[in-house]
Nanobody
Framework: QVQLVESGGGLAQAGGSLSVSCAASGRTFSRYIMGWFRQAPGKEREFVAGISRSGGSTSYSDSVKGRFTISRDNAKNTVYLRMSNLAPEDTAVYYC?????????????????WGQGTQVTVSS
């Protein structure tokens, strides 16, 4: 089992940058596929980015590709999401998620563990 705690986020202006982090408990972090999801008010939770166990493979939603970068540091049990060229439509609660797999899933039902979420607000 793994516990996830997000940090970072906050308020940014359109065109700016923010980073969020997710620290995982336990000694088996490298066994987990990690994902970032977000949920805006009145909308369903959506996939943002995912990363393989080694960090060698990544996957992004079309809406963030080229603007967001997911990375991980297995020695620190942490996954990161660097967000650049932010837009107001990026405003949402951002969640990290984990599952033991070899495949980067893009659906939230495929992830077993979730953080509490962190708010990202982008002003125009």
């Amino acid at each position: 089992q793994v516990q996830l705690v997000e940090s970072g986020g906050g308020l940014a202006q359109a065109g700016g940058s923010l980073s969020v982090s997710c620290a995982a408990s336990g000694r088996t972090f490298s066994r987990y596929i990690m994902g970032w999801f977000r949920q805006a008010p009145g909308k369903e939770r959506e996939f943002v980015a995912g990363i393989s166990r080694s960090g060698g493979s990544t996957s992004y939603s079309d809406s963030v590709k080229g603007r967001f970068t997911i990375s991980r540091d297995n020695a620190k049990n942490t996954v990161y999401l660097r967000m650049s060229n932010l837009a107001p439509e990026d405003t949402a609660v951002y969640y990290c998620a984990a599952t033991i797999s070899i495949v980067i899933f893009r659906t939230d039902s495929s992830y077993d563990y979730w953080g509490q979420g962190t708010q990202v607000t982008v002003s125009s």
